[in-house]
Protein backbone atom coordinates (compact mmCIF):
# COMPACT_ATOMS: atom_id res chain seq x y z
CA UNK A 1 0.00 0.00 0.00
CA UNK A 2 1.23 3.06 -1.16
CA UNK A 3 0.19 6.55 -0.44
CA UNK A 4 0.12 9.27 -2.61
CA UNK A 5 0.38 12.92 -2.71
CA UNK A 6 -3.31 13.38 -2.93
CA UNK A 7 -3.87 11.16 -0.03
CA UNK A 8 -5.17 8.20 -1.73
CA UNK A 9 -4.01 4.52 -0.75
CA UNK A 10 -3.17 2.82 -3.71
CA UNK A 11 -3.30 -1.36 -3.68
CA UNK A 12 -2.01 -2.70 -7.00
CA UNK A 13 -3.24 -5.58 -8.84
CA UNK A 14 -0.77 -8.08 -8.95
CA UNK A 15 -2.36 -9.66 -11.86
CA UNK A 16 -3.36 -7.33 -14.49
CA UNK A 17 -5.92 -8.84 -16.50
CA UNK A 18 -5.11 -6.98 -19.71
CA UNK A 19 -2.78 -9.22 -21.54
CA UNK A 20 -5.74 -11.89 -21.61
CA UNK A 21 -8.41 -9.28 -22.27
CA UNK A 22 -9.10 -8.48 -26.20
CA UNK A 23 -8.56 -5.06 -26.85
CA UNK A 24 -9.94 -5.55 -30.61
CA UNK A 25 -13.41 -6.93 -29.81
CA UNK A 26 -15.11 -4.88 -26.25
CA UNK A 27 -18.62 -5.32 -25.59
CA UNK A 28 -19.53 -2.36 -24.56
CA UNK A 29 -19.70 -1.62 -20.99
CA UNK A 30 -18.74 -5.01 -20.31
CA UNK A 31 -14.87 -5.50 -19.99
CA UNK A 32 -13.10 -3.52 -16.41
CA UNK A 33 -9.94 -2.42 -15.88
CA UNK A 34 -7.42 -3.59 -13.10
CA UNK A 35 -8.81 -0.74 -10.71
CA UNK A 36 -11.53 1.19 -9.54
CA UNK A 37 -11.33 4.27 -6.87
CA UNK A 38 -13.25 4.07 -3.89
CA UNK A 39 -14.22 6.34 -0.72
CA UNK A 40 -16.64 6.19 1.82
CA UNK A 41 -18.96 8.98 3.59
CA UNK A 42 -19.46 8.17 7.18
CA UNK A 43 -20.22 10.79 10.48
CA UNK A 44 -20.53 13.72 8.41
CA UNK A 45 -17.13 13.54 5.88
CA UNK A 46 -15.70 11.68 3.07
CA UNK A 47 -12.75 9.37 4.24
CA UNK A 48 -9.64 7.27 3.33
CA UNK A 49 -9.98 7.50 -0.83
CA UNK A 50 -8.39 4.33 -2.01
CA UNK A 51 -7.50 2.49 -5.28
CA UNK A 52 -7.72 -1.15 -4.87
CA UNK A 53 -8.11 -4.03 -7.83
CA UNK A 54 -11.30 -4.40 -9.57
CA UNK A 55 -13.63 -6.58 -7.70
CA UNK A 56 -16.84 -7.15 -6.12
CA UNK A 57 -18.83 -5.49 -3.40
CA UNK A 58 -19.93 -7.19 -0.25
CA UNK A 59 -23.37 -5.36 0.88
CA UNK A 60 -26.03 -6.26 3.45
CA UNK A 61 -29.49 -7.49 1.77
CA UNK A 62 -30.77 -4.20 3.43
CA UNK A 63 -28.65 -1.84 2.13
CA UNK A 64 -30.38 1.19 1.37
CA UNK A 65 -29.70 1.78 -2.31
CA UNK A 66 -30.80 -1.45 -3.30
CA UNK A 67 -34.78 -0.69 -2.15
CA UNK A 68 -34.87 3.47 -2.62
CA UNK A 69 -32.49 3.91 -5.36
CA UNK A 70 -30.99 6.47 -3.64
CA UNK A 71 -27.97 6.65 -6.17
CA UNK A 72 -26.43 9.15 -8.63
CA UNK A 73 -23.78 8.31 -11.63
CA UNK A 74 -21.60 10.29 -13.96
CA UNK A 75 -20.78 8.63 -17.60
CA UNK A 76 -17.26 10.31 -19.25
CA UNK A 77 -14.52 9.52 -21.10
CA UNK A 78 -10.64 9.01 -21.48
CA UNK A 79 -9.24 9.51 -25.03
CA UNK A 80 -5.90 8.28 -26.65
CA UNK A 81 -4.41 11.61 -28.14
CA UNK A 82 -2.50 11.75 -31.64
CA UNK A 83 0.52 11.57 -29.61
CA UNK A 84 0.15 8.96 -27.52
CA UNK A 85 -0.85 10.44 -24.20
CA UNK A 86 -4.54 9.96 -22.47
CA UNK A 87 -6.70 13.21 -21.87
CA UNK A 88 -10.71 13.68 -20.15
CA UNK A 89 -12.91 15.70 -21.30
CA UNK A 90 -14.54 18.42 -19.61
CA UNK A 91 -14.12 16.73 -16.38
CA UNK A 92 -14.83 19.81 -14.10
CA UNK A 93 -18.47 19.68 -15.68
CA UNK A 94 -19.22 15.97 -14.92
CA UNK A 95 -17.92 16.33 -11.63
CA UNK A 96 -20.38 19.70 -10.92
CA UNK A 97 -22.95 17.98 -12.76
CA UNK A 98 -22.93 14.86 -9.62
CA UNK A 99 -22.82 17.38 -7.24
CA UNK A 100 -25.79 18.73 -8.35
CA UNK A 101 -27.57 15.70 -8.98
CA UNK A 102 -26.35 14.54 -5.19
CA UNK A 103 -27.75 17.72 -4.00
CA UNK A 104 -31.09 16.68 -5.68
CA UNK A 105 -30.83 13.02 -4.16
CA UNK A 106 -30.08 14.78 -0.45
CA UNK A 107 -26.62 13.44 -0.59
CA UNK A 108 -23.39 14.74 0.07
CA UNK A 109 -21.60 16.71 -2.48
CA UNK A 110 -17.87 15.33 -3.10
CA UNK A 111 -15.04 17.69 -3.00
CA UNK A 112 -14.13 18.74 -6.34
CA UNK A 113 -10.43 18.22 -5.67
CA UNK A 114 -11.03 15.05 -4.52
CA UNK A 115 -13.18 13.70 -7.32
CA UNK A 116 -10.38 14.80 -9.54
CA UNK A 117 -7.35 13.35 -7.78
CA UNK A 118 -9.15 10.44 -7.50
CA UNK A 119 -10.38 10.23 -11.44
CA UNK A 120 -6.73 11.34 -12.45
CA UNK A 121 -5.13 8.92 -10.30
CA UNK A 122 -7.17 5.95 -11.58
CA UNK A 123 -6.99 6.74 -15.45
CA UNK A 124 -3.04 7.03 -14.75
CA UNK A 125 -2.94 3.51 -13.67
CA UNK A 126 -4.88 1.77 -15.71
CA UNK A 127 -3.95 3.64 -18.84
CA UNK A 128 -2.74 1.02 -20.99
CA UNK A 129 -6.13 -0.09 -20.99
CA UNK A 130 -6.94 3.17 -23.16
CA UNK A 131 -7.54 1.35 -27.01
CA UNK A 132 -6.33 2.90 -29.95
CA UNK A 133 -8.98 3.52 -32.68
CA UNK A 134 -11.69 6.06 -34.17
CA UNK A 135 -14.56 5.09 -31.71
CA UNK A 136 -12.19 3.36 -28.97
CA UNK A 137 -11.74 4.98 -25.49
CA UNK A 138 -11.83 4.29 -21.75
CA UNK A 139 -15.99 4.63 -20.51
CA UNK A 140 -15.67 6.23 -16.86
CA UNK A 141 -17.98 5.37 -14.45
CA UNK A 142 -18.38 7.50 -11.25
CA UNK A 143 -21.32 6.56 -8.81
CA UNK A 144 -22.38 7.50 -5.15
CA UNK A 145 -25.42 5.05 -3.04
CA UNK A 146 -26.22 4.76 -0.21
CA UNK A 147 -24.57 2.85 1.46
CA UNK A 148 -26.64 2.44 5.44
CA UNK A 149 -27.91 -0.74 6.16
CA UNK A 150 -31.52 0.03 7.32
CA UNK A 151 -34.73 -0.80 5.58
CA UNK A 152 -36.64 3.03 5.89
CA UNK A 153 -37.57 6.03 3.17
CA UNK A 154 -35.47 8.66 4.60
CA UNK A 155 -31.97 10.22 3.13
CA UNK A 156 -29.10 7.61 4.09
CA UNK A 157 -26.24 8.35 6.84
CA UNK A 158 -23.57 6.44 4.86
CA UNK A 159 -22.80 6.89 1.05
CA UNK A 160 -20.62 5.25 -1.06
CA UNK A 161 -18.50 6.83 -3.97
CA UNK A 162 -16.53 4.86 -6.80
CA UNK A 163 -15.15 5.13 -9.89
CA UNK A 164 -14.54 2.48 -12.49
CA UNK A 165 -13.56 2.14 -15.93
CA UNK A 166 -14.39 -0.08 -19.35
CA UNK A 167 -12.25 0.10 -22.23
CA UNK A 168 -15.24 0.45 -25.39
CA UNK A 169 -15.31 0.61 -29.00
CA UNK A 170 -18.33 2.26 -31.00
CA UNK A 171 -21.85 2.51 -29.28
CA UNK A 172 -24.45 1.91 -31.53
CA UNK A 173 -23.60 0.32 -34.68
CA UNK A 174 -25.83 1.70 -37.22
CA UNK A 175 -28.35 5.01 -37.69
CA UNK A 176 -31.31 4.87 -35.05
CA UNK A 177 -34.58 4.02 -35.53
CA UNK A 178 -36.83 5.95 -32.89
CA UNK A 179 -40.11 6.56 -32.36
CA UNK A 180 -41.92 9.23 -30.99
CA UNK A 181 -43.72 8.39 -27.91
CA UNK A 182 -47.00 9.38 -26.94
CA UNK A 183 -47.78 7.48 -24.04
CA UNK A 184 -45.11 6.49 -21.47
CA UNK A 185 -42.95 9.53 -20.00
CA UNK A 186 -39.24 9.37 -18.86
CA UNK A 187 -39.50 12.12 -16.69
CA UNK A 188 -42.46 15.00 -15.41
CA UNK A 189 -42.09 18.70 -13.94
CA UNK A 190 -40.91 18.96 -10.87
CA UNK A 191 -39.03 15.48 -10.96
CA UNK A 192 -35.62 14.05 -11.73
CA UNK A 193 -35.56 14.62 -14.61
CA UNK A 194 -32.47 17.09 -15.58
CA UNK A 195 -30.57 15.05 -12.76
CA UNK A 196 -28.30 11.44 -13.15
CA UNK A 197 -29.90 9.54 -10.40
CA UNK A 198 -30.51 5.50 -11.41
CA UNK A 199 -34.35 5.49 -10.68
CA UNK A 200 -34.65 7.83 -13.77
CA UNK A 201 -33.64 5.06 -16.19
CA UNK A 202 -35.67 1.89 -14.74
CA UNK A 203 -38.87 3.42 -14.93
CA UNK A 204 -38.09 3.40 -19.28
CA UNK A 205 -37.14 0.05 -19.75
CA UNK A 206 -40.66 -0.95 -20.26
CA UNK A 207 -41.37 1.70 -23.04
CA UNK A 208 -38.38 0.87 -24.52
CA UNK A 209 -38.91 -2.57 -24.22
CA UNK A 210 -42.16 -2.26 -26.20
CA UNK A 211 -40.52 -0.07 -28.93
CA UNK A 212 -38.15 -3.00 -29.47
CA UNK A 213 -40.26 -5.30 -30.19
CA UNK A 214 -41.60 -3.22 -33.13
CA UNK A 215 -38.22 -2.67 -34.72
CA UNK A 216 -36.87 0.64 -32.85
CA UNK A 217 -33.79 1.00 -31.05
CA UNK A 218 -35.71 3.46 -28.68
CA UNK A 219 -38.02 6.96 -28.42
CA UNK A 220 -37.88 10.19 -28.43
CA UNK A 221 -39.28 11.04 -25.12
CA UNK A 222 -41.80 14.00 -25.11
CA UNK A 223 -43.15 15.77 -22.29
CA UNK A 224 -45.28 14.14 -19.90
CA UNK A 225 -48.12 16.64 -19.49
CA UNK A 226 -49.26 16.90 -22.73
CA UNK A 227 -47.33 14.71 -25.24
CA UNK A 228 -46.15 17.76 -26.92
CA UNK A 229 -42.71 19.13 -27.01
CA UNK A 230 -39.73 16.84 -27.42
CA UNK A 231 -37.07 15.94 -24.69
CA UNK A 232 -34.75 13.87 -25.21
CA UNK A 233 -33.91 10.70 -27.80
CA UNK A 234 -33.43 7.58 -25.31
CA UNK A 235 -30.44 8.51 -22.75
CA UNK A 236 -29.40 11.26 -25.10
CA UNK A 237 -30.05 14.78 -25.80
CA UNK A 238 -31.51 15.26 -29.35
CA UNK A 239 -31.19 17.66 -32.28
CA UNK A 240 -32.82 18.31 -35.58
CA UNK A 241 -31.68 20.48 -38.58
CA UNK A 242 -35.02 22.33 -39.15
CA UNK A 243 -34.44 24.82 -41.88
CA UNK A 244 -31.01 24.90 -41.83
CA UNK A 245 -30.82 26.08 -37.99
CA UNK A 246 -29.57 23.28 -35.59
CA UNK A 247 -32.11 22.75 -33.18
CA UNK A 248 -32.51 21.46 -30.04
CA UNK A 249 -35.02 21.14 -26.96
CA UNK A 250 -34.12 24.17 -24.35
CA UNK A 251 -33.37 22.74 -20.72
CA UNK A 252 -36.68 22.97 -18.53
CA UNK A 253 -35.67 20.63 -15.81
CA UNK A 254 -37.29 17.58 -17.51
CA UNK A 255 -34.14 17.36 -19.80
CA UNK A 256 -30.96 16.14 -18.59
CA UNK A 257 -28.10 19.20 -19.51
CA UNK A 258 -25.65 17.16 -21.71
CA UNK A 259 -22.68 17.84 -21.45
CA UNK A 260 -21.79 16.84 -25.42
CA UNK A 261 -25.52 18.42 -26.07
CA UNK A 262 -23.53 22.09 -24.65
CA UNK A 263 -19.86 21.66 -26.66
CA UNK A 264 -21.93 20.84 -29.93
CA UNK A 265 -24.13 23.89 -29.27
CA UNK A 266 -20.95 25.80 -28.38
CA UNK A 267 -18.65 24.56 -31.50
CA UNK A 268 -21.88 25.47 -33.96
CA UNK A 269 -22.39 28.68 -32.65
CA UNK A 270 -18.60 29.14 -33.41
CA UNK A 271 -18.54 27.51 -36.64
CA UNK A 272 -21.29 30.45 -37.50
CA UNK A 273 -23.81 27.66 -37.71
CA UNK A 274 -27.28 28.88 -37.10
CA UNK A 275 -28.59 27.86 -33.31
CA UNK A 276 -31.75 27.23 -32.06
CA UNK A 277 -32.42 26.40 -28.18
CA UNK A 278 -36.26 26.69 -27.54
CA UNK A 279 -39.41 24.22 -27.19
CA UNK A 280 -39.04 22.14 -30.12
CA UNK A 281 -43.44 20.39 -30.95
CA UNK A 282 -43.86 17.10 -32.09
CA UNK A 283 -46.31 18.44 -34.84
CA UNK A 284 -43.63 20.85 -36.05
CA UNK A 285 -41.38 17.89 -36.35
CA UNK A 286 -43.72 15.24 -38.09
CA UNK A 287 -44.80 18.20 -40.35
CA UNK A 288 -41.16 18.99 -41.18
CA UNK A 289 -40.34 15.03 -41.55
CA UNK A 290 -43.35 15.10 -44.43
CA UNK A 291 -42.24 18.28 -46.27
CA UNK A 292 -38.43 18.20 -45.87
CA UNK A 293 -38.20 20.98 -43.41
CA UNK A 294 -36.35 18.79 -41.04
CA UNK A 295 -33.35 17.42 -42.88
CA UNK A 296 -31.20 15.75 -39.86
CA UNK A 297 -31.95 14.45 -36.92
CA UNK A 298 -29.04 13.11 -34.40
CA UNK A 299 -28.47 11.96 -30.76
CA UNK A 300 -25.80 13.73 -28.50
CA UNK A 301 -24.30 11.93 -25.33
CA UNK A 302 -20.68 10.78 -24.25
CA UNK A 303 -21.40 7.15 -24.97
CA UNK A 304 -22.35 7.37 -28.90
CA UNK A 305 -20.89 11.63 -29.13
CA UNK A 306 -23.02 11.82 -32.21
CA UNK A 307 -25.98 9.05 -32.94
CA UNK A 308 -27.72 9.89 -36.37
CA UNK A 309 -31.05 9.26 -36.68
CA UNK A 310 -32.41 7.47 -39.94
CA UNK A 311 -36.10 6.67 -39.23
CA UNK A 312 -38.30 8.37 -36.82
CA UNK A 313 -41.70 6.54 -36.12
CA UNK A 314 -44.88 8.39 -35.51
CA UNK A 315 -48.65 7.12 -35.12
CA UNK A 316 -48.07 3.90 -37.15
CA UNK A 317 -45.92 5.80 -40.09
CA UNK A 318 -42.28 5.69 -40.34
CA UNK A 319 -40.22 8.64 -41.82
CA UNK A 320 -36.71 8.07 -43.35
CA UNK A 321 -34.50 10.93 -43.01
CA UNK A 322 -31.29 11.45 -45.91
CA UNK A 323 -27.77 9.60 -45.07
CA UNK A 324 -25.44 12.17 -43.31
CA UNK A 325 -22.87 12.39 -45.98
CA UNK A 326 -18.62 12.79 -44.56
CA UNK A 327 -18.78 16.17 -45.19
CA UNK A 328 -22.81 17.16 -43.59
CA UNK A 329 -22.58 19.63 -41.07
CA UNK A 330 -23.67 16.90 -38.68
CA UNK A 331 -20.63 14.77 -39.23
CA UNK A 332 -18.13 18.16 -39.56
CA UNK A 333 -19.29 19.15 -35.51
CA UNK A 334 -18.88 15.10 -34.17
CA UNK A 335 -15.08 15.70 -36.32
CA UNK A 336 -14.33 19.24 -34.19
CA UNK A 337 -15.59 17.57 -30.91
CA UNK A 338 -13.28 14.53 -31.80
CA UNK A 339 -10.59 16.43 -32.79
CA UNK A 340 -10.45 18.43 -29.96
CA UNK A 341 -10.36 15.47 -27.56
CA UNK A 342 -7.32 13.60 -29.09
CA UNK A 343 -5.43 16.56 -29.49
CA UNK A 344 -5.40 16.76 -33.29
CA UNK A 345 -6.70 20.53 -33.20
CA UNK A 346 -6.17 22.84 -30.31
CA UNK A 347 -8.48 23.36 -27.60
CA UNK A 348 -8.96 26.87 -27.44
CA UNK A 349 -12.08 26.12 -24.44
CA UNK A 350 -9.80 25.05 -21.95
CA UNK A 351 -11.96 21.59 -22.21
CA UNK A 352 -8.98 18.84 -21.96
CA UNK A 353 -7.32 17.44 -19.25
CA UNK A 354 -4.13 15.60 -20.05
CA UNK A 355 -3.40 12.55 -17.49
CA UNK A 356 -0.70 11.27 -19.01
C1 LIG B 1 -26.02 11.27 -19.55
C2 LIG B 1 -27.24 11.62 -20.30
C3 LIG B 1 -27.22 12.46 -21.43
C4 LIG B 1 -25.96 12.93 -22.09
O1 LIG B 1 -25.10 13.66 -21.28
P1 LIG B 1 -23.56 13.80 -21.67
O2 LIG B 1 -23.00 14.66 -20.62
O3 LIG B 1 -23.52 14.43 -23.01
O4 LIG B 1 -23.01 12.43 -21.70
C5 LIG B 1 -28.44 12.82 -21.99
N1 LIG B 1 -29.61 12.37 -21.50
C6 LIG B 1 -29.67 11.55 -20.43
C7 LIG B 1 -30.98 11.10 -19.94
C8 LIG B 1 -28.49 11.14 -19.81
O5 LIG B 1 -28.54 10.32 -18.77
Request: with cysteine.
Amino acid sequence: MISTEAGIDIKRTEHSRLPETDMQHLKFGRVFTDHMFVMDYTGGSWHRPQIVPYTDLELSPATLVLHYAQTIFEGMKAYRTASGGVTLFRPDANIARMNRSADRMCMPEIPAEAFMDGLKELIRLDAAWTPDGADAALYIRPFMFASDEYIGVKPSEGYRFMIFVCPVRGYYQEPLRVYLEMKYSRAFPGGTGEVKCGGNYAGGLYPTKLRQDQGYHQQIWTDAMEHKYIEESGTMNVFFIIDGVLTTPSLDGTILPGITRDSILTLAREKGMKVAERKVGVEEVVRGLRDGAVSAAFGAGTAATIAPIKVIGYDGEDFTLPDLGPDSEVNQLGKMLDDIRRGRTKDNHGWVVHVV
